[in-house]
């Protein structure tokens, strides 16, 4: 069984790897070659001494054994290495090399650990000696046949049911081509995607093995590109438990390995690989790739959830206590932990994390779940002066061009929206912005300054100011995200339709939601769909006129349902998979968002890097004075464009229940022409270029729940 030739050939697809470009060693004491190094963390195959090198930061552990596996047999180690801590321990770090000839044919490794060594305080700790634990690095993951959460969740041992690390991860090369890396400014839309929600619908009428993975995205790409969106934002693909019950994949079991089902193959290349096509095709076409990432906590829940890996390892470092024996976890995140982000320990791995997916995997940005969790130290506490995480994070080179984008709150209370959130330069989801829009649209009264200063870039939260300087693309604008209604819900159900997921329709967000007269589709009567459509097309003409970076979920562009659920995180059926077939039914729809989309990049005075400041100016209806009252459901704008040689824009909006006579109070000799008015049949509704029509008054009838837009012809000015 003991393999003695060299590795020339990767193990899992046949590729040659001999000829695999390799940093030339670095000469070390002949130590290293028997007792192993502390970094990287990690297994590294080292080729120029045919020998893997194995690395596991365990502060308190008392003892170590490296277990290694055959392809065949899981449950019975073919090889194991106990590390001796005089010689195979530097600090916090356990470390050995396994030469190939010892390792033979093993395919996968796990750990046993057990402790705490003599003299660690630990006020609680969780090792269990029989517990196969997976290695925090491992770069990709294998789950046998026999795979049991159960079997993590009770004590003793998990031989053969439990994930496991792949030992010879793929080294196979990877072509990048000609590959540009790119970061858009004033054309940045952002488009969220769940991989597998995307294309596992047949209606999608990707290969049938392709769907719901990397490839059957990378088979979509042509309906982004006609779309027109510039990044997308994918919902968790880092490797979760398949046995959790959560769709939307924000329950990590690794921070470095794809997640084995998005593959439409299981090896180990093809986890790696796919994905990497997947980025390398949406680069071809200019498409930014950012990740959701989830870094505020683990699948291993409470002290009832699973053992996999961190909490067997050293249970004190990675998880904040309370003290309290009865729920001896910290819940910020509301899963039943949370990662104290303040330990040096697990801020090296979020950042060595993140530096892997940018550096060896291309990715061009991260939106950070939960992103205040960062503000909390060991003992829960919020430390506002510049937590540990963001500074790492900050200054490190390999991160210094990539986008970073937080969720600026938890689950327990902490809210930093904007300047108060300590990522400084940071973009954030501005979730005043999805709350004002959502209730301006709905007809609520006294909204109109809020969405004034929403539309200006919310420099309330991002203060236009040389005290701060923030910029307002910092903002990320959103209606709607996975973390509520689609846009088409909004607009089509009072209530929340959540009794599929098992908690008696008590989960899901609060939104402001409004069915016009009719709860749902069925049997819907068609002035209630026409009006849903215009009030659809109302939410993405307001986005895309908005300071800031816009940003929609997938499928809203063709009215996507969930049929009212509003959170469907276990739902991996048809209420969360795309329908495609509903892009046939709702051209119109698709039509205008992608006819939006161009408007905005076409003039870039929108989406300016700074604020419009004394480029805009607010108007009422037929008064040049806005009416700012609790009952006014109307404003107008005119956004000068001269600074940006751009064209001026005039927006009439008119979410009252009667038409508005709106005056076009612009200063000077103007010359309109309509680009855009929500209330007219399809291709009215916005037009081309070539076919605006031109204004021939000073006065335009704005019909009921509508939003007008007049650009100021080439050659002229409204200043």
């Not at 395919?107 to 029989?130: K, M, N």
């Not at 590959?179 to 488009?191: A, C, K, P, W």
């Not at 510049?386 to 390999?398: C, G, N, W």
Request: negative net charge; glycine residues 6%.
């Amino acid at each position: 069984m003991t393999q003695k030739t060299i590795q020339s050939h990767c193990r899992h697809c046949g590729t040659d790897v001999s000829s695999v470009t390799q940093h030339r060693p670095t000469l070390g004491p002949n130590w290293e070659r028997a007792d192993g190094t502390p970094r990287p963390l990690g297994v590294t195959w080292l080729g120029h001494e045919q020998t893997y090198n194995f690395a596991l930061h365990a502060a308190n552990a008392r003892s170590v054994t490296l277990l290694m596996y055959l392809k065949d047999e899981l449950r019975v180690p073919w090889h194991s290495v106990t590390l001796d801590p005089l010689r195979n321990k530097s600090g916090p770090i356990w470390h050995c090399r396994v030469p190939i000839a010892e390792a033979g044919d093993a395919e996968y490794y796990a750990y046993q650990v057990d402790g705490p060594v003599e003299g660690a305080a630990l006020p609680w700790h969780a090792y269990d000696p029989e517990k196969v634990l997976l290695d925090p690095y491992s770069r990709s993951i294998y789950f046998p046949d026999c795979f049991n959460r159960e079997a993590a969740r009770s004590s003793g041992s998990n031989a053969g049911r439990a994930p496991l690390g792949r030992l010879d991860v793929c080294r196979c090369p990877f072509d990048w081509g000609d590959e540009q890396r790119i970061r858009h400014g004033s054309d940045l839309v952002i488009y969220e995607m769940h991989v597998r929600g995307f294309t596992r619908n047949p209606s999608s009428n990707v290969d049938a093995s392709n769907r719901g993975t990397f490839a059957g995205v990378v088979e979509k790409i042509p309906h982004l590109q006609e779309l027109g969106i510039t990044a997308v934002e994918l919902m968790p693909v880092f490797q979760f438990d398949p046995e959790d019950k959560n769709y939307w994949g924000y329950m990590p079991l690794n921070f470095f390995s794809p997640h084995h089902a998005y593959s439409a193959h299981q090896s180990s290349c093809e986890q790696h690989s796919q994905f990497r096509e997947m980025v390398r095709e949406l680069h071809a076409v200019g498409i930014e790739v950012i990740l959701d990432v989830v870094y505020n906590h683990t699948c291993e829940g409470d002290h009832r959830g699973p053992t996999y890996s961190y909490r067997g390892i050293d249970n004190d470092v990675y998880y904040v206590a309370l003290g309290d024996p009865e729920s001896p976890y910290a819940n910020y995140s509301g899963t039943g932990n949370t990662l104290d982000t303040s330990h040096p320990t697990v801020r090296s791995l979020i950042v060595d994390s993140l530096r892997y997916w940018a550096k060896e995997m291309h990715v061009d940005g991260f939106r950070f779940d939960l992103a205040s969790v960062f503000s909390r130290d060991s003992e829960g506490n919020v430390n506002l002066q510049q937590p540990p995480l963001f500074d790492q994070i900050a200054s490190d080179p390999d991160l210094a061009n990539v986008r970073l984008i937080a969720e600026p709150w938890d689950a327990a209370g902490l809210f930093q929206l904007g300047s108060s959130f300590p990522g400084q330069t940071w973009m954030q989801w501005n979730g005043h912005y999805r709350d004002t829009l959502q209730r301006f649209v709905r007809g609520d009264a006294g909204m109109v300054p809020d969405l004034m200063t929403r539309l200006y870039g919310s420099s309330d939260l991002f203060p236009d100011h040389p005290s701060q300087s923030f910029r307002p693309f910092q903002s990320i604008n959103y209606i709607t995200s996975h973390d509520g209604s689609t846009i088409y819900d909004l607009v089509s159900y009072n209530e929340k339709h959540n009794e599929a997921n098992g908690q008696d329709n008590r989960d899901g967000p609060t939104e402001f939601r409004c069915n016009n007269g009719w709860e749902g589709e069925v049997d819907a009567p068609q002035e209630v769909l026409d009006l849903r459509k215009r009030q659809v097309k109302n939410f993405c003409c307001l986005l895309m006129l908005s300071a800031g970076t816009p940003m929609f979920r997938m499928g809203d562009e063709f009215m996507q349902t969930q049929s009212g659920n509003n959170n469907p995180y276990n739902q991996d059926n048809e209420t969360s998979w795309l329908d495609w077939s509903r892009l046939d039914a709702h051209q119109e729809v698709f039509r205008f968002f992608k006819r939006m989309i161009a408007f905005r990049k076409t003039h870039p005075t929108i989406g300016r890097s700074t604020f419009w400041r004394d480029d805009i100016r607010w108007f009422g209806a037929e008064s040049p004075e806005v009416d700012m009252s609790s009952e006014s459901r109307i404003l107008a704008y005119h956004l000068s464009a001269l600074s940006e040689s751009d064209a001026d824009l005039y927006v009439m909006i008119n979410e009252s229940t009667r038409q508005r006579i709106f005056g076009i109070h612009a200063n000077g000799p103007n010359t309109w022409q309509r680009a855009i008015d929500t209330s007219l049949p399809s291709p009215l509704d916005i037009a081309c270029q070539e076919s605006q029509v031109t204004i021939e008054n000073s006065r335009y009838h704005v019909n009921p729940r509508s939003v007008v837009v007049l650009t100021c012809c080439s050659g002229t000015s409204a200043s």
